[in-house]
């Protein structure tokens, strides 16, 4: 819907594509004022709204408790071998999230009698979400049926790791290494995601995560009325890749990939997440889309959030009407487990996205290709200069997002 961006949307871009990083006018965030955290969560949860509770999902493999886990690791007459996840003390949430689910699919290919996980802390799960009573840890997929078009048979030997070495799995497919297992690769990229046992571990048990009001919410102070698609959660990657630690594969979107999203649908509510509270390593998006509110070219309803805690952005993102993701490795997670019913990729719809369509039928997954010939040097190869920095706000993208079916 082009009514949503205001008329100075295209003089607005190519100032910006035109102003250095240290031009870029240091606007104040307009926060929304919404109370957080658990006072917010007790006054908000009512009788009048609707409550999501992700653990709610099916996990038949689900051991209950410590006990008789510990009982049934050392039954002899139980088949099977064990994966155990000592400790998970590396990388950030999407990281730690990654070697989650991925042991739990080594777990499921090696019809495991049991995979222990490790207990949840503030890094793999911030603020809400290592509140409350956990989850279950320990999971026994010696029933688990054949993944078909794989002959593997139970894994013969017990796999214990921690830290990365739990997320790249090294050595599963090395014959010189320990942990050798002939196809087990090609097994765990067909098994079934396990998403009731991801969200059993993940989330608490006794915290309703995303309370949903019946009606539509605006704070205090918008003058545009509700447009009637939700609320839409943008999330900018701000951090170390644009300071001092460069990952070649790690560029971000350009602003227009964002401005394109928030012209999609009448938005009742737009809310841009970033953990930038160090202004020196922001992604210039932020800064940019700030100066465009400031100058009146985005509507009254779009807030920033550049100074809260991982939590409560994992939350927004998480409890988003309609999502907009970032290149980061909080992708996977967010992607299987947002309440979204859309989700916006800056990336050509691909076979995982069609994929998580698949799984998701109820939610809409549009992918955008920003560029056919690979212009976006960003995307080629980040190297974080001033001129990569300039293209990110100037590059026009041409094509438009494509639902991926």
């Known amino acids: 819907m082009m009514g949503t961006v205001g008329h100075g949307f295209a003089l607005s871009v190519a100032l910006l594509a035109n102003w250095s990083m240290g031009a870029i006018p240091r606007y104040q965030a307009r926060l929304d004022g919404t109370e957080t955290g658990k006072r917010a969560r007790e006054r908000e949860l ?25 009982k049934q690791r050392h039954d002899s007459t139980i088949e099977g071998n064990v994966v ?31 995979v222990w996980l490790p207990p949840k802390d503030d890094v793999l799960a911030p603020g809400i979400f290592n509140e409350g009573t956990p989850g279950p ?22 796999i214990i790791w921690e830290n990365r070495g739990a997320m ?20 765990m990229a067909k098994a079934p995601r396990l998403l009731g ?64 999203l928030m012209q999609d649908q009448p938005w009742d509510r737009i809310d841009v997440v970033t953990n930038g509270q160090n202004w020196d390593n922001v992604n210039p998006v932020v800064p940019a889309l700030m100066a465009m509110r400031a100058t009146g070219a985005l509507p009254d309803n779009v807030y920033f959030h550049t100074e809260r805690s991982m939590g409560e952005d994992l939350q927004s993102m998480l409890c988003a009407d309609s999502l907009g993701l970032a290149k980061s490795s909080l992708v996977n997670f967010l992607s299987y487990h947002s309440t979204a019913n859309r989700v916006y990729y800056p990336w050509r719809c691909n ?55």
């Open 46 to 70: 009512g009788d009048d709204e609707d409550a999501i509770a992700f653990n709610k999902h099916d996990c038949t493999y689900a051991i209950p408790n410590a006990k008789v886990a510990r």
């Open 137 to 158: 840890r320990w999971f026994d997929f010696s029933s688990a049926p054949d993944v078909d078009g794989v002959d593997l048979g139970r894994c013969p030997i017990d």
């Open 84 to 114: 155990k996840v000592t400790h998970l003390q590396f990388g950030r949430t999407g990281n730690r999230f990654m070697a989650v689910y991925r042991n739990l699919a080594l777990g499921y290919c090696c019809k495991a009698k049991q």
């Open 197 to 260: 046992c991801e969200a059993a571990y993940y989330f608490p048990q006794d915290i309703a995560v995303c309370p949903r009001k019946k009606k539509p919410f605006l704070a205090l102070g918008d003058r545009n009325p509700p447009g009637g698609a939700g609320n839409l959660v943008l999330h900018v990657r701000s951090g170390d890749i644009f300071f001092d630690r460069v990952v070649p594969y790690k560029g971000q979107p350009p602003l227009q990939f964002y401005l394109l």
């Open 351 to 405: 076979h995982d996205l069609r994929e998580l369509a698949r799984l998701r039928p109820k939610t809409k997954v549009y992918g955008l290709q920003l560029d056919r010939s690979g212009s976006y040097s960003v995307y080629r190869h980040w190297e974080n200069t001033p001129e990569q920095r300039a293209e990110m706000l100037g590059y026009n993208v041409t094509t438009t997002f494509q639902r991926c079916i």
């Open 168 to 187: 790249q799995m090294a050595g599963l497919d090395n014959p010189e290494r320990n942990k050798y297992l002939p196809h087990i690769r090609d097994c």
